[in-house]
């Protein structure tokens, strides 16, 4: 009686262990937590919240470029350079660097040597008729005025400081006759660069064998991309107007032949730089130093609309 009651006993908890293994591995097992990767860890972001991300980060500040100007060359007719320097200073429009040809060498350097086209106007007002041109110019034909004066001039208002020295960059490019060469002189006192960088021939006499370089203009834009202009812009104070009255023309057509001449050929080089500023300097001639003022004022409008052009195109 008691082994059929222990072997009942026996079945009856095997089969309870079996019914019960059943149920259990019937239920679902929990599994063990494990660290989360770090793609899961990352919150995932959608469209909306990315727009937002990038309105709320600082935006990165655009380079600022570089002006490089060209001042042309034309005599009196440069003094528009002063005009178009100004409204560059009113638009806030900073130059790095300037390359002169012939008197826009003078009024490069002045400009260069304080980096303000206002203090360069005060100083260039000091100078006298005589101080350009030292005798009745167009009264002795046969001989070419002398810069003797002008150079005195110079030193007596920029004094001996070396062009390394300027608050602007400047260079000014004149022409080896003996080895037909240009050479930008960028250095040592201003006199010694403006009396080769000057004289044109046959308005004024060479001081050596050095002559201004009027129509350089690939010179000069290499010389500007190499000391880090990025926009290189041409102001050509010759674009328009007449160099000389008709009766200086007819008793020197040599002379007017000359500057028509040097007027295409700048208009040829325009494609060398990024931008020009044309500058109609009508009823102005060469060597009219009474209209310098004129001559100013006419860069100044010149520059005034052309600057609105160069800051959209540029970004100014």
């Not at 309870?16 to 990352?42: A, D, M, N, V, W």
Request: contains cysteine; proline residues 5%.
């Amino acid at each position: 009686m008691l082994r059929k009651f222990q072997i009942g006993f026996r079945k009856f908890f095997l089969f309870f262990f079996l019914i019960s293994f059943l149920f259990l591995s019937g239920c679902p097992t929990p599994s063990r937590r494990t660290q989360p990767s770090q793609k899961e860890k990352t919150p995932t972001v959608t469209p909306e919240s990315e727009d937002n991300k990038l309105e709320d980060a600082p935006k990165a500040k655009a380079k600022e470029l570089s002006i490089g100007l060209i001042l042309g060359p034309g005599g009196v007719k440069a003094f528009s350079h002063l005009g178009v320097l100004k409204e560059f200073e009113r638009a806030r429009i900073p130059v790095k660097a300037v390359v002169g040809l012939e008197m826009g060498s003078l009024i490069g350097a002045f400009y260069a040597s304080t980096g303000s086209a206002n203090e360069a106007e005060w100083k260039l007002s000091k100078m006298k008729e005589e101080d350009l041109v030292e005798r009745g110019f167009f009264q002795a034909k046969d001989k070419p005025g002398v810069v003797t004066n002008l150079l005195e001039f110079t030193k007596r208002e920029l004094g001996a400081r070396s062009i390394n020295e300027y608050r602007r960059t400047f260079g000014c490019i004149s022409i080896s006759m003996r080895e037909e060469k240009a050479v930008i002189t960028d250095s040592g006192p201003s006199i010694n660069a403006l009396k080769n960088c000057i004289p044109y021939p046959p308005l004024f006499k060479p001081t050596g064998e050095r002559v201004a370089g009027v129509s350089y203009i690939k010179e000069a834009v290499d010389y500007l991309r190499l000391n880090g202009c990025d926009v290189v812009i041409l102001v050509n104070p010759i674009s328009g107007g007449r160099f000389m009255r008709d009766d200086e023309l007819l008793s020197q057509p040599v002379i007017g032949n000359l500057w028509i001449q040097v007027r295409k050929n700048l208009a040829e080089s325009a494609g060398l730089v990024d931008y020009v500023i044309p500058v109609d300097t009508k009823g102005i001639g060469l060597m009219d130093f009474g209209q310098w003022r004129g001559a100013m004022q006419a860069g100044a409008n010149e520059g005034r609309y052309h600057i609105n052009i160069i800051s959209n195109k540029f970004g100014f």
